[in-house]
């Protein structure tokens, strides 16, 4: 049984995969960081109730907002 995701979760889930997609862009020495900061990310607001539409929209542009910053070639390490 396949299982159906809301319009967010989707969003969500979009953005995750694209922050990890984002990586092979990085110096592989940096990776582990990279990846480690997503999780952490991620996981902050993985208890955020669902029907917290406000947080989840604001969390998404946010989000988009560090993945477009973080994606540029110049920044090579996070933390």
Same mark, same amino acid.
């Given at each position: ?9 989707? &969003?969500?889930?979009?953005? !995750? $995969? @694209?922050?990890? *997609? ?9 990776? /582990? ?6 999780? &952490?990310?991620?996981?902050? !607001? $993985? @208890?955020?109730? *669902? ?9 998404? /542009? ?18």
């Amino acid at each position: 049984m396949v299982k159906k995701f809301s319009g967010l979760q989707r &969003e969500v889930l979009d953005l !995750y $995969r @694209n922050c990890l *997609r984002s990586l092979h862009q990085k110096p592989k020495e940096n990776r /582990r960081n990279w990846v480690n900061y997503i999780h &952490e990310e991620f996981g902050k !607001y $993985r @208890n955020v109730p *669902r029907r917290d539409f406000g947080t989840i929209e604001h969390l998404i /542009r946010v989000g988009h907002r560090r993945y477009e910053m973080y994606s540029d070639p110049s920044i090579k390490n996070v933390k």
